[in-house]
């Protein structure tokens, strides 16, 4: 087979893709190793005060390591889908993979954002009670959880995944997700992606809108 312009670019910009996603996966992990389980935290040695190894900060770098793996192992897995697979069964594969990683991705992101709240706001006045911060952090990996478990099923991911044997690639994966499924999938990963991303936002700058309304009243002359 004789490959185009066209083919030869997207072969090399995805693999281009996979090996950046590798790279910083594995310094992201070596990094954190080097933090959490040396003791001269080379890492975080250029720092004037390290942070102390709590089970808060280790929590958060762990999450952090979560949603770094889940999003780059989802890019490998993507580029695989739409470049290297050889059948229906491989493409099933690593359509499912991407799924499940991207959403491992998210979860790991969206926690350690809760978990930034405690760790920001945790002693202050202003801040969160912990009952609160668990149940967010439950509800979203409940949400994630279903909404993967909606597509993940052998048939139902079956019906919409399928070879498009007329695109750049001999065998590339394709999906064309068909009502009902559609009115589920697509606006359930939009919105609730909007949703977690603005109420992270909100919950980020409420406590300091809080705290600087606060300080004014303080300030103002009495009457």
Known sequence: MTLDAAEVFLGVYMIVLCLNAAFWLVYHCRKMYQDLYTT??????RRKNAPPLDFTYKAMTWLTTIGAFGFSV???????????????KSCLFTVGAVIVCWQLGKAGMFLSYTLRLEQVYGQSAF??????????????????????????????????????????????CTSVVEPPLSFVIGPGILLGDLVMTIGSIVA????????????QQQEAPSA
């Not at 001269?40 to 040695?45: L, N, P, T």
């Not at 989802?74 to 229906?88: D, E, L, N, Q, R």
């Not at 700058?205 to 600087?212: A, D, E, S, Y």
């Open 40 to 45: 001269e935290r080379a890492s975080v040695a």
């Open 74 to 88: 989802a890019v490998i897995f993507g580029t695989a889908a739409h470049t290297f697979v050889v059948g229906k």
């Open 204 to 215: 980020f700058v409420m406590p300091i809108k809080r705290l600087q309304k606060s300080m």
């Open 127 to 172: 801040g969160y009670s912990r009952r609160a911060l668990q149940v967010v952090a439950c509800v979203v990996v409940i949400y994630l959880a279903a909404l993967t478990a909606l597509i993940i099923p052998g048939q139902a991911m079956a019906d919409f995944v399928d070879i498009d044997r007329d695109g750049l690639f001999p065998y590339q």
